[in-house]
């Protein structure tokens, strides 16, 4: 397996989005915006409840 195989679905996956989005016009958009940012939300509440349960080095 080279870096090709493994970079070659990425590349398919951001095309079809850029497509998806070129077809859907703001709709889209707003829909992949939605997601990414609940995403974010998500991870960043999951990153503060590790950090809270952490004892420190000192």
Do not use: C, H
């Amino acid at each position: 397996m080279n870096l090709q195989d493994i970079l070659a679905p990425i590349k398919s996956l951001f095309l079809w989005t850029f497509g998806l989005a070129e077809a859907g016009n703001m709709k889209v958009n707003y829909v992949l915006m939605a997601l990414i940012f609940g995403a974010l939300v998500y991870w960043t509440s999951r990153l503060m409840r590790y950090e809270s349960s952490e004892t420190p080095n000192r």
